[in-house]
């Protein structure tokens, strides 16, 4: 009897379930979803060549989802064609910790292995990696030091790098807290919004001292200028002159941002104002506003600290509506 109404319960239960929507998946986190095609993007940079360009995105991924597997497997294997075995070592473990099977990860740490002379231990890796990969070229490469490790060939390419075993809290190393997640943006060239100011570059100054900030007052991750430049560069624009809101939230969606941040800045009789805007690369909606005056030019950095004061304040909005309940608010 008492097995019965416990069924009963159970069917009861899951009849309820299958009643509520799934929503799950349309309330993925917003940095999961970048990072995910900030992979895909990086992927095709890596199938083309173009290495630094890759890496740069598979870190930004990273740093937006420290569990995505795919990101960690491209960079052990970007990191071991360039001998960086530490590194090699590392993504392939993390890949590891989140997917036991990860053939990429069992591919690049059998290598190391062989290299470095664990031969029955990089047979077994190799061997599981070779029945899930894909890549006809990892494949065969894994085969040749199958061949040789039955052969007793050792590796004729000497090895200079020597890896420390990855500590057992590594991954707690990467992976940051979410009470103190770092919003990741990205500040273009503020505009000079008065002729008076035309030939002073105070916009360019400006910008330069917000970044500074706004790093300084630690509650975003801010995308270095040169960094930014890089990827406008390949978008065949430029920091020399301004880019309106439309096109600086595409380019955030390219380079895997959260937020940028826009502004202007106006040269008056008795003083100099700024205003600015954080906007949410998602959307495309703005968040915040700041403004800020001073009376003279060598007040600028002032004009600076207090923007990203008011902007830091406002960080925490960024955050998706499942991840605000994990994020302290300033106020």
Not at 93 to 115: C, D, H, T, W
Not at 210 to 226: S, W
């Amino acid at each position: 009897m008492k097995t019965r109404v416990i069924l009963a319960i159970l069917m009861a239960v899951i009849f309820i379930f299958w009643l509520i929507p799934d929503t799950s998946w349309s309330q993925l986190p917003v940095r999961v979803k970048r990072s995910n095609e900030l992979t895909r993007s990086a992927l095709q940079l890596f199938k083309e060549n173009k290495v630094d360009r890759a890496r740069e995105q598979l870190n930004q991924a990273i740093r937006l989802n420290p569990k995505n597997v795919l990101a960690h497997e491209l960079l052990a294997l970007l990191y071991y064609q360039e001998q960086n075995l530490p590194e090699a070592n590392k993504h392939a473990k993390l890949a590891l910790e989140f997917n036991k099977r990860s053939p990429r990860a069992l591919y690049v740490i059998g290598m190391i292995n062989f290299q470095q002379g664990n031969h029955d231990l990089a047979r077994t890796q190799l061997k599981q990696a070779i029945a899930s990969l894909k890549n006809p070229e990892y494949r065969e490469r894994a085969k040749g030091i199958l061949d040789k490790i039955k052969s007793n060939i050792k590796e004729d390419r000497p090895v200079n790098l020597r890896m420390k075993p990855l500590p057992e809290n590594e991954i707690e190393k990467i992976k940051p807290p979410e009470d103190e997640y770092k919003p990741y943006i990205a500040v273009f060239l503020f505009e000079d919004a008065n002729a008076r100011t035309g030939q002073t570059k105070l916009g360019q100054t400006l910008t330069e001292m917000l970044i500074t900030a706004l790093i300084q007052a630690d509650k975003f991750t801010v995308m270095e200028r040169v960094q930014l430049e890089k990827v406008l560069k390949e978008q065949s624009l430029s920091q020399s002159g301004i880019i309106d809101t439309e096109t600086a939230v595409e380019v955030g969606k390219l380079s895997g941002l959260e937020g940028v941040v826009m502004g202007s800045i106006s040269q008056l009789k008795s003083s100099i104002e700024a205003d600015s805007r954080l906007i949410e690369v998602e959307t495309g909606k703005a968040l915040a506003a700041a403004n800020a005056r001073v009376n003279n030019v060598e007040d600028i950095r002032t004009l600076a600290n207090s923007l990203a004061k008011q902007l830091s304040s406002k960080a925490y909005l960024i955050a998706t509506e499942a991840d605000t309940t994990n994020i302290r608010n300033p106020e």
